[in-house]
């Protein structure tokens, strides 16, 4: 166990380490073996103001100063999950479950997402704009909020917090920030620790390792943070966003999927299997941008449904500490549980298995279904864990029809020897993201990325995010005496 994590087994707030004063202990464990990493007493609703009233002292003074020393900042936390890259390498594997190939995968992204951070420090430009008044000019600020309320997920923790926190700091803003109870140390405190370290002011980061049982919807209800961002299911999703509208605070919800990846009957077969595999079943399956389905024209189905269940076969399942592992654990049970029933549910309701893995503890191994009849309202729905369902289709209207049959809509992947036909078929689906002769799993730090539908509201990266995080403030100025009506 990375003896660190009964360092960061606490709350973070105003600059200072300090146990919660709730009446109860998160447990965190290690999803493989059930190993206990650590114990954190959580934080009650009066630790969530003072959380959030120290933010707001801080911010003030930190969006008045230099963007540049706030680059700098930025610039020494990426140089820090650098050299510390091993350590919180096996804090991934440790508390997530995350395989190797799964830690190497956040932490590349997690790095390029600082350094865009950095780059935003200096991204804010305001604009002089003309009157139709004689004498007067407009001038248009772009401001910070003040303060971002954070809410991250326990499956990519390190990254997508990291992905809110990194850029709101860098645009003037303080946050708090909420980790998932299942990985409190790499969603929250990891973060903390690395912005202390990287000489960030007392009170700008605030972490605050509780849940709804505690603290009810204080997060979300407190007057302090002007914008909520939200990574998780659509069902919380709605209730943030619920809650946040009669507070009339602005949302940025980030949400699930039910992406497909289509594979047009010209398709490099050998090559869309290698994307179907990684879209499906990096990190177990638990990626909302996942994809759910496979959608494989006729033509070619049998070709590329043989070639596909071969390479699931292939794929080694277990301990993830194994670097050859490629399927670690599901993040607890009830996780495992869900995953399990649905695909009872659908061989009752008429699949074929055409790959069934096995279930040991939270070590689910990976399902391919086939033929689960049209309106099943599995295939419209989010499945977390390492199942896909194989659909055939006849043509491309076929196709489109059934990829857009979902509430989801945010992510997806066509595959063709036609770039612009992939295109063409691409800006018929109603997401928010597609991808052509690639994966569905993708994110870069300087594209607008989100979703449609109930996959989410608004867009984080590059510009998105300076528009997610700051205001505009209109400002006019008469350089000379006006008149007026009366």
């Avoid at 039910?258 to 398709?267: E, M, Y």
């Avoid at 090559?271 to 879209?279: E, T």
């Avoid at 994809?291 to 596909?308: G, H, I, P, W, Y």
């Avoid at 794929?315 to 592992?325: S, W």
Wanted: one cysteine or more; a negative charge.
């Amino acid at each position: 166990m990375p003896t660190c994590f009964t360092d960061l087994a606490q709350q973070y707030i105003d600059g200072e380490w300090r146990p919660g004063t709730g009446s109860w202990d998160l447990i965190d464990f290690d999803p493989y073996d059930g190993e206990k990493l650590a114990a954190i007493t959580i934080a009650t609703a009066d630790e969530v103001d003072q959380a959030y009233r120290a933010a707001a002292r801080a911010q003030q003074e930190w969006a008045a100063g230099s963007p540049y020393a706030r680059r700098e900042v930025l610039e020494k936390a990426l140089r820090l999950v650098e050299e510390r890259e091993p350590e919180i390498t096996e804090l991934i594997i440790a508390e997530l479950g995350g395989t190797r190939l799964k830690a190497a995968f956040e932490l590349h992204l997690v790095k390029e997402f600082l350094r865009e951070a950095a780059r935003l420090t200096l991204s804010p430009q305001g604009t002089v704009l003309p009157s139709p008044g004689e004498g007067k000019e407009n001038r248009v600020y772009r401001v910070p909020v003040g303060v971002v309320g954070v809410i991250s997920p326990f499956n990519f923790p390190f990254l997508l917090s990291l992905k809110s926190v990194a850029p709101a700091l860098a645009l003037g803003n303080a946050v708090v920030l909420k980790p998932h109870p299942n990985t409190p140390v790499t969603g929250g405190t990891l973060v903390a620790k690395i912005f202390e370290d990287a000489g960030l002011p007392a009170g700008l980061l605030n972490v605050v390792v509780t849940d709804i049982d505690e603290i009810g919807d204080a997060f979300l209800e407190h007057p302090v943070p002007k914008v909520i961002s939200f990574t998780g299911s659509d069902a919380v999703g709605r209730h943030v966003a619920t809650v946040c509208a009669r507070h009339f605070k602005r949302v940025v919800l980030e949400l699930g999927g039910n992406s497909a990846l289509v594979v047009l009957g010209d398709a490099d077969l050998d090559h869309a299997v290698d994307a179907a595999v990684f879209s499906r079943f990096v990190h177990q399956g638990q990626v909302c941008m996942a994809a759910n389905r496979v959608l494989v024209e006729c033509s070619v189905a049998e070709e590329f449904t043989e070639k596909f269940v071969a390479r699931v076969r292939s794929l080694k399942c277990g301990d993830p500490r194994d670097p050859e592992t490629v399927i670690g654990p599901l993040i607890n049970s009830a996780q495992a549980a869900a995953v399990t029933a649905t695909v009872e549910q659908a061989l009752a309701a008429g699949a074929t298995a055409l790959v069934h893995g096995s279930v040991r503890d939270n070590l689910v191994e990976p399902t391919v279904l086939t033929g689960l009849p049209a309106d099943s309202p599995l295939l419209r729905q989010e499945v977390f864990g390492p199942v896909v369902f194989l659909v055939p289709f006849d043509g491309e209207e076929e196709a489109v029809r059934i990829v857009n049959d979902s509430p989801y809509g945010l992510s997806g992947a066509v595959h063709t020897a036609d770039v612009e036909r992939g295109v063409a078929f691409a800006r018929r689906i109603d997401t928010g993201m597609f991808h052509v002769n690639d994966g569905t799993v993708h994110d870069e730090p300087h594209v607008p990325f989100g979703g449609e539908k109930h996959s989410g509201i608004g867009r984080l990266n590059g510009e998105s995010t300076v528009d997610a995080f700051t205001t505009l403030k209109w400002i006019s100025v008469r350089h000379r005496r006006g008149s007026f009506p009366f």
